[in-house]
């Protein structure tokens, strides 16, 4: 299992940007699959998206379609997460998974996961 750091989120107004970033320590970035899950009070965990070991996989929960961006720098061992024209839909504990297989966006496929990182959409 890797090590994961989140780190990023923040307070933004409706239509801002936020960039979340994950740091992975314990193994090499490109063996895994990785993931951005979120949860807002009272509410399930959800995929927001997920992108395979070399990044030609990627996966997008609807409701962030068009406005978030992951991406991944395996060099660095580094995940990202690029949030624009956030809405207070949006608003969450934002937190960094991985597996060394991409199965579902699913919470119960991805056995490593970050403390998370809080990001507040609100005016």
């Known amino acids: 299992q890797l090590q994961l750091v989140e780190s990023g989120g923040g307070l933004v107004q409706p239509g801002g940007s936020l960039r979340l970033s994950c740091v992975a320590s314990?193994?090499?970035?490109?063996?895994?699959?990785m993931g951005w899950f979120r949860q807002a009070p009272g509410n399930k965990r959800e995929g927001a998206a997920c992108?395979?070991?070399?990044?030609?996989?990627?996966y997008y929960q609807e409701s962030v379609k068009g406005r978030f961006t992951i991406s991944r720098d395996n060099d660095n061992n580094t995940l990202y997460l690029q949030m624009t024209n956030l809405k207070p839909e949006d608003t969450g504990v934002y937190y960094c998974?991985?597996?060394?297989?991409?199965?579902?966006?699913?919470?119960?496929?991805?056995?490593?996961w970050g403390q998370g990182t809080q990001v507040t959409v609100s005016s």
């Open positions: 998974v991985a597996a060394v297989v991409l199965g579902g966006c699913t919470p119960g496929s991805f056995p490593s």
């Open positions: 314990g193994g090499p970035l490109y063996a895994y699959s």
């Open positions: 992108i395979s070991s070399t990044g030609s996989f990627t």
